[in-house]
């Protein structure tokens, strides 16, 4: 199993950014998926998550701004992530949950005013 994040940047204030997770050894669609966040001095949180039936939540701080999906046939799943703030500048982490958990290195999103 392997997961492999990516589309971090560096984005002003108020843009827009797309991350991917792409998954090998096993299927998307089979597992819950998950997207963490690390910001420098905090503790890992859960910014949002997809069941394998396709249910979504998100954190609070994010409803409304950022979608997570996944795409079966790529295997793929994203976080597309709109009107950033100052407070999304993070490491981004994908999940994947199946009983064992299997965590993807992350990818670093910074927001510049």
């Known amino acids: 199993v392997q997961l492999q994040a990516s589309g971090g940047g560096l984005v002003q204030a108020g843009g827009s950014l797309r991350l991917s997770c792409a998954a090998s050894?096993?299927?998307?669609?089979?597992?819950?998926m998950y997207w963490y966040r690390q910001a420098p001095g905090k503790q890992r949180e859960l910014v949002a998550s997809?069941?394998?039936?396709?249910?979504?939540n998100y954190a609070d701080s994010v409803k409304g701004r950022f979608a997570i999906s996944r795409d079966n046939a790529k295997n793929t799943v994203y976080l597309q992530m709109d009107t950033l703030k100052l407070e999304d500048t993070a490491v981004y982490y994908c999940?994947?949950?199946?009983?064992?958990?299997?965590w993807g290195k992350g990818t670093q999103v910074t927001v510049s005013s």
């Open positions: 997809i069941s394998s039936g396709g249910s979504t």
């Open positions: 999940k994947a949950q199946y009983g064992t958990a299997y």
């Open positions: 050894g096993f299927a998307v669609s089979s597992y819950a």
